[in-house]
């Protein structure tokens, strides 16, 4: 009697499929139908950026990046160049204010605080700030600063950052409760301080996971409308002051030319919403870059 094993009675024969490998197979189906699913509300999106904002960015470039809004908006023609400033230095300004608070929140929270009362409080605020609408943070800007000095780009960088600073703060501490507790102890074995530590050998294990979640913060701030309504102002022409006058945005250009009854305004729209997603890209691009060379 030869057994199953035997080479000769081996020959011909074919590997059942169990009912694991038929759960596996159903599975992988089931995720790449989900993904087929998911992706194509974002392809539509995409494509009709591209249909309806390309045909507006760049058949007048560089005009339409360069050019002052037209003060009547019902006027057809280029110009989005103020809004991509006032863009770039709302959201520059809300990056400098929540990134390094939330870090040095989040190092707080996670080295020193432990489960302290205190730490627990600011853990609990974090949260609830995370579940509050935007809108609600542009009437406390809108109360706290503008309705004292008037409209201008840093009123809308705090709003935008009040949005970042819990974001900051909860992808921070998550990635530093990932640094190995080994490390920190070989540093202070070696006789540096408790500070030292964080500084030269926690935050660097932890720096592409801060950066990520800091782009995901900007990526959340580059589009609000609802703060930046109550806050920044709806100018026309290029301002260079950060404190003192009105400003704009692309986001707030996209609000005020799509609800507009005029066809100028609402292909502005288009292009001014093309522009901030090609803007988000190049951030989110660099982003990655560089995060890519400082792990090598």
């Avoid at 494509?47 to 037209?70: H, N, Y």
Wanted: with cysteine; aromatic share 10%.
């Amino acid at each position: 009697m030869r057994h199953p094993g035997d080479p000769v009675l081996a020959i011909g024969l074919r590997p059942r499929r169990t009912w694991r490998t038929v759960k596996s197979s159903i599975m992988s189906g089931a995720m790449f139908a989900a993904f087929v699913l998911i992706s194509l509300p974002l392809l539509a999106i995409i494509w009709a950026l591209v249909s309806k904002g390309a045909a507006v960015a760049f058949a007048s470039f560089p005009d339409f990046f360069t050019k002052e809004i037209p003060i009547v908006s019902r006027r057809a023609g280029p110009g989005m160049g103020p809004a991509i400033v006032g863009t770039l230095m709302v959201t520059g300004g809300a990056t400098l204010i929540a990134v390094p608070l939330g870090i040095l929140g989040a190092v707080y929270l996670h080295e020193y605080g432990g489960m302290s009362k205190f730490a627990r409080l600011v853990r609990f605020m974090a949260m609830v700030m995370t579940g509050v609408p935007s809108i609600v943070m542009g009437l406390f800007v809108y109360v706290v600063w503008t309705m004292r000095f008037g409209y201008s780009a840093f009123g809308g960088a705090l709003g935008l950052a009040c949005l970042m600073l819990p974001v900051v703060i909860g992808s921070t501490e998550t990635m530093l409760r990932l640094v190995p507790n080994q490390m920190r102890e070989a540093s202070l074995a070696l006789g540096a301080t408790k500070a030292r530590t964080i500084v030269t050998v926690v935050l660097p294990a932890a720096a592409p996971g801060i950066v990520s979640g800091a782009l995901l913060a900007v990526a959340r701030a580059a589009g609000e409308t609802a703060p930046l309504l109550f806050a920044l102002g709806a100018a026309t022409h290029y301002t260079r002051h950060f404190f003192l006058e009105a400003n704009t945005s692309l986001s707030v250009q996209i609000f005020g030319n799509a609800t507009s009854s005029f066809v100028a305004a609402q292909e502005r729209a288009w292009g001014a919403a093309l522009t901030l997603v090609l803007l988000t890209f190049l951030f989110t691009l660099t982003a990655r870059i560089f995060t890519a060379r400082f792990k090598r």
